[in-house]
RNA sequence: GGUCUCUUCGUCUAGUCUGGUCAGGACGUCAGGUUUUCAUCCUGGUAACUCGGGUUCAAAUCCCGGAGAGACUACCA
């Protein structure tokens, strides 16, 4: 049989970089079985719905690279592939589901109360329908009296109160549950539409899905959609949870990966100058391993190694720091060329006098930088000097102090006064000749003029790179500044 | 509270099924080297089996118990 996974997000507005990864090991698995992917919008919560949020997430699938086989954009033979156009078909099966003694009308009203109570949460309330509702029981007749009377009313589930519930998981093994710590939840919501609960075990059967993917937080109610397969006599899928993905908290503690850790929404990071390829890379190692040492791959590459025996139980917690790595690793790996295109955008170099030079330029950026948006950090110097301390010509390792440093400013602008060429090469070859006339080494003569050319300790590229991209009249212009800088504080 | 789940270096993890390498790799970090600086690169160091019992010649691995953490317990998904 064709092995179907799909993925089934609500608009929200952006993509949680969980629900990504969750979205990454449902496209990997099905891809590594040769099977399909399907995609599923889940917009019953209409006080929830986001505009535009759909359009979020297929561009954040396009630039991921997770393409699915069927869905609302693409269509396929299963659709409508979102839930709000679905709304009949889950009323039918709801219905379905009363005659076969399986669910039943409840015809009690939320009050703001109950509503509030249920989010503050504190007490863990137990169900508060469950104690005093009698609508379980109601008789044949009663129901179809309210009903007639056109109450308002929801379809709940009718648990079993004994007995239990197995089901096997492809990651967390077998689970049994105890049916009376089950509540009965509610299927179809007094707007006619159905609960997560109940669409999402409905749609999966329609759409054929063989295998679900999705969070653990799901594990504890999964009994309840089990029920509901038994109930309507179908075959139940296979079921792949998957661990959660925590943040770590300033104080070293360790909770849900929420906004205060950082960016976390997919857009957020592609923003921040992570490349997408990097994200998926980073994310996949969140919770899988390929069980050898390698860390960096391709999607392609990620769509052949991919297997379930590689999913982990435990949470991971995302790490800011290695996903820099994993981006590095990207950024060096791709041709100069394409880094100089991709990073042009979020360099700020475009108008100024650095454009012309920008090839030379990315090509000394591209091994130094983790993520795109430190660029323009990494060259503000270029544009203007900021404020330094003179001691930073004082370098014991290259012997350098303000009285050689005096010197070599000198002899380096005479240097530089004398050359024609400007360019890399003329000006390599000129201060080399430079240090062999003073019967010097290059590295402890050019020490200060890189001081003076970008009041940093760490600059992109070396001396010589930076005279050539400041070109002669500013470089002169440092040079000077920065021996007179000097002069003033001996 | 109840139910379910999880537990190897600071972090991601290999090893657990089929007991037997000084518990391996990566990120980070520290030290050294190369490099005109920084970065890259190279070398080396750092650091873990949640605890307690049991089985065994031998336990990260098998069994029992405790502890800690998380998820769920919504007319959200």
């Known amino acids: 049989m064709e092995v179907r996974t799909r993925f089934a997000p609500s608009p929200t507005g952006y993509m949680h970089i969980g629900n990504l990864r969750t979205a990454l090991y449902a496209y990997l698995f099905a891809k590594s079985q040769h099977g399909k992917f399907v995609l599923?919008?889940?917009?019953?919560?209409?006080?929830?719905?986001?505009?535009?949020?759909?359009?979020?997430?297929?561009?954040?699938?396009?630039t991921a690279q997770i393409h699915h086989d069927e869905g609302p954009d693409v269509g396929g033979d299963y659709g409508p592939y979102v839930q709000s156009e679905r709304k009949a078909i889950y009323k039918e099966y709801a219905l379905k589901l009363i005659e076969k003694g399986a669910a039943y009308y409840c015809f009690c009203s939320k009050t703001e109360d109950e509503a509030d109570e249920a989010h503050e949460g504190e007490e863990a309330k137990e169900n508060p329908f469950e104690?005093?509702?009698h609508c379980r029981s109601l008789s044949a007749e009663e129901v179809q009296r309210r009903l007639a009377e056109g109450?308002?009313?929801?379809?709940?589930?009718k648990v079993p109160h004994e007995g239990t519930t197995t089901f096997n998981d492809l990651v967390y093994g077998e689970i049994t549950v105890e049916n009376e710590t089950l509540d009965d939840q509610i299927l179809l919501k007094s707007d006619g539409m159905p609960t997560y609960n109940f669409a999402n075990v409905v749609d999966d059967y329609l759409m054929g899905i063989t295998h679900i993917i999705r969070g653990s937080e799901y594990l504890s109610s999964?009994?309840?959609?089990?029920?509901?397969?038994?109930?309507?006599?179908?075959?139940?899928?296979?079921?792949?949870?998957l661990p959660l993905i925590n943040g770590k908290n300033p104080d070293g503690t360790v909770s849900k990966l929420s906004k205060r850790h950082g960016a976390v929404s997919f857009q957020a990071l592609v923003e921040e100058g992570y490349l997408p390829e990097a994200i998926i890379n980073y994310i996949a190692l969140l919770g899988w391993s390929p069980k050898n040492e390698r860390e960096i791959f391709s999607m392609d590459e990620l769509c052949e190694v991919f297997s379930v025996a590689g999913l982990h139980k435990s949470p991971a917690v995302f790490d800011y720091q290695k996903l820099d790595w994993v981006n590095a690793q990207h950024l060096q790996a791709m041709p100069v060329e394409k880094f100089a295109a991709l990073a042009f955008d979020y360099s700020g170099v475009k108008g100024t006098f650095l454009e012309p030079k920008w090839n030379k330029?990315?090509?000394?950026?591209?091994?130094?930088?983790n993520k795109l948006s430190e660029i323009p950090g990494k060259l503000a110097f270029l544009y203007e000097v900021a404020p330094y301390e003179v001691?930073?010509?004082?370098?014991?390792?290259?012997?350098?102090?303000l009285e050689t440093s005096v010197d070599l400013l000198e002899k380096t602008i005479a240097a530089v006064e004398r050359i024609d060429r400007?360019?890399?090469?003329?000006?390599?070859?000129?201060?080399?000749?430079?240090?062999?006339?003073?019967?010097?080494?290059?590295?402890?003569?050019m020490w200060p003029s890189r001081i003076a050319l970008s009041g940093l300790l760490a600059t992109p590229g070396g001396s010589t790179d930076i005279m050539y991209l400041l070109g002669k009249e500013e470089t002169l212009k440092r040079l000077q500044a920065g021996l007179e800088y000097i002069r003033e504080h001996q």
């Open 40 to 62: 599923r919008i889940e917009d019953t919560d209409q006080k929830r719905y986001v505009e535009d949020a759909t359009r979020v997430i297929y561009e954040t699938l396009e």
């Open 131 to 133: 104690s005093d509702c």
């Open 151 to 157: 109450q308002s009313y929801v379809i709940r589930q």
């Open 222 to 241: 999964n009994p309840k959609y089990i029920l509901l397969y038994q109930a309507f006599g179908w075959d139940v899928p296979c079921y792949i949870h």
């Open 361 to 369: 330029l990315a090509a000394l950026m591209q091994p130094r930088v």
């Open 391 to 401: 001691e930073l010509y004082v370098n014991k390792k290259n012997k350098s102090t």
């Open 422 to 445: 400007w360019d890399e090469e003329t000006l390599s070859e000129a201060f080399a000749q430079v240090a062999a006339d003073n019967n010097i080494k290059y590295g402890p003569l």
